[in-house]
């Protein structure tokens, strides 16, 4: 048996003022090196930073010349006060005054295929994608990734405090949720079963259990095309919960949830934020239309007549934002009472007009990144919607427990986190949000 000394701390986070005229000892990848006839700079990879490290050739003796980017070094050096323009690098009030390097290891391949120095990586998406273990390692490509990851923590950590209880559901299923074909089937020992399209039957369930829950877990869709928007796997951010007073509910706590994510971008993410060149979204107030309004605006905008459609067209949910922006004055409209025929079978159909459906979608700069709504609670209900829609009751009876056994009113919803973060960061195509993306061509790496 060994025992460990336990460490006093395992933080990675330097306080780097409190280290001023101090020694420090950081180890890390050389993002960029710059060699210079008097020296030269390092900019030195650590988890949450990219520190400047000044090298004096009279004060050094490594030849600094033999390093290479994506090197792992050890550098010793001091902690001075600087002026740093370069937004890359954080932080830009200190720099490292090297006193002694050790190198640790070095890549085996030189020239790399990609060169991640640059302030921007010239490469084909599908090279960015192919060479992601490299290619994730550039400061834009961190920061997309730093900022999503605290979405994905904000927007847990909101829901606990508002007393929703996390849950992990199954992925591997008896049964789509979302209905349509694009679901993947997976050999399961002697049956078929299913990569879950979403959480939507195990936390609708939960609801009866804890009545308010949350799950951020990956969900699978078999799509079949290759669009800008659609991903085969992505990080559904789903919560259900009990309704008070009705559907609104659901909304309201979407709102106070993208609040507070965005408040906790704005303190965690300055720096990502400003390297994309990017602000928060302001969210003051909620802009609700229903769904015929917004083929009324569609048609007064374009011209264009989809009043006859049961969804929304990409090209309408890009026209009904820009005239948010114009006439309210904000990035986010959420969409109401979409048609009956166009939602899953668990939707609540509007009592007072059951062709549509209490739901929504929330669209943020010019496309869908949540749909939600309440839900049948009766057991009789599903039933009935069930068999109206030729779906075969007998089936989905380990679900329909929750509800034989008595069930709340409730409600939910499920964001995309790659949507959200891809609209936050101005990317042009959600793939770019996804760390090893998924599509109908692409299974690696
Ligand atoms: P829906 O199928 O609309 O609803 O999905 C919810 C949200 O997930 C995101 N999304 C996708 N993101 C990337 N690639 C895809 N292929 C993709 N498909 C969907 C979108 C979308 O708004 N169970 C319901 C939610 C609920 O009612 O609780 C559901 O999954 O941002």
Redesign the pocket.
Known sequence: MKELVLAPSVSSHIDFASYEGKEIVLTGQIQNLRVLAWGGFIILRLPNYLVQCVVDKAKVAFPLENLAAECTVRLTGTVAPAQIKDKAIWPRGHEIQVSGIVELSRPSVSPLPVDTTKKELNCELHTKFDLRPLTLRHPRERAIFRIAGTIYNEFGESLARAGFTRICSPKIVFSG??GGA?IFKIGYFDRTAFLA??P?FY?QMMVGVFGRVYEEAP?F?A?EHDTS????E?I?L?L?MRLENGFEDIMQVETAVLRDVFARLERDCAPELELLGVTVPKLDKIVTIKFSEAHEIMLKETGKDFRGEKDLDPEEERTVCEYARKTWDTDFVFVTHYPSAKR?FYALDDPENPGETL?F??LFRGI??????ARMYRYEDYVKKMESREMKVELFESYLQAFKYGMPPHG?????L???TAQVCGLAN?KEASLFPRDIKRLEP
């Open positions: 949720a979302e694009n399209q979403s939507q936390k969900v869709r799509e928007r659609h991903l085969n992505y559904s789903d259900e899953p739901s979608d929330l869908e990144i949540t749909t939600g709504g939910g919803l499920g964001l995309g790659e949507r959200l959600v």
